[in-house]
Nanobody, 123 residues
Framework: QVQLVESGGGSVQAGGSLRLSCAAS????????MGWSRQAPGKERDWVAN?????????SYADSVKGRFTISQDNAKNTVYLQMNSLKPEDTAMYYC???????????????WGQGTQVTVSS
């Protein structure tokens, strides 16, 4: 059974930073991919970033976070991180960790989802 456990959400002022973590278990980490999506109240869930897991380190980002967010991984811990800098009020959302299959050279088709962690950015 695949489990994705997120941590690290919270409240921060605009311009601040947060780091989200997602630990995967019951999942074939190597050769697949993981990433993050977010959903603000009343809006659809949007893709944020993904990384090819298990030593590849290929990453991809949504334009809205490029240059501010960094996705990384610790292969030994089957854990993916999302470092979020220069946060804006529009980054406020529930952030979901996800895991899935690679396609297209940089993309990830998410199959499994975590429970989510709330990020709130105040102005």
């Amino acid at each position: 059974q695949v489990q994705l456990v997120e941590s690290g959400g919270g409240s921060v002022q605009a311009g601040g930073s947060l780091r989200l973590s997602c630990a995967a278990s019951g999942y074939t980490y190597s050769g697949n991919c993981m990433g993050w999506s977010r959903q603000a109240p009343g809006k659809e869930r949007d893709w944020v970033a993904n990384i090819y897991t298990g030593g590849d380190d290929t990453t991809s980002y949504a334009d809205s976070v490029k240059g501010r967010f960094t996705i990384s991984q610790d292969n030994a811990k089957n854990t993916v991180y999302l470092q979020m800098n220069s946060l804006k009020p529009e980054d406020t959302a529930m952030y979901y960790c996800a895991a899935g299959s690679r396609y297209g050279g940089t993309s990830c088709s998410f199959i499994y989802w975590g429970q989510g962690t709330q990020v709130t950015v105040s102005s």
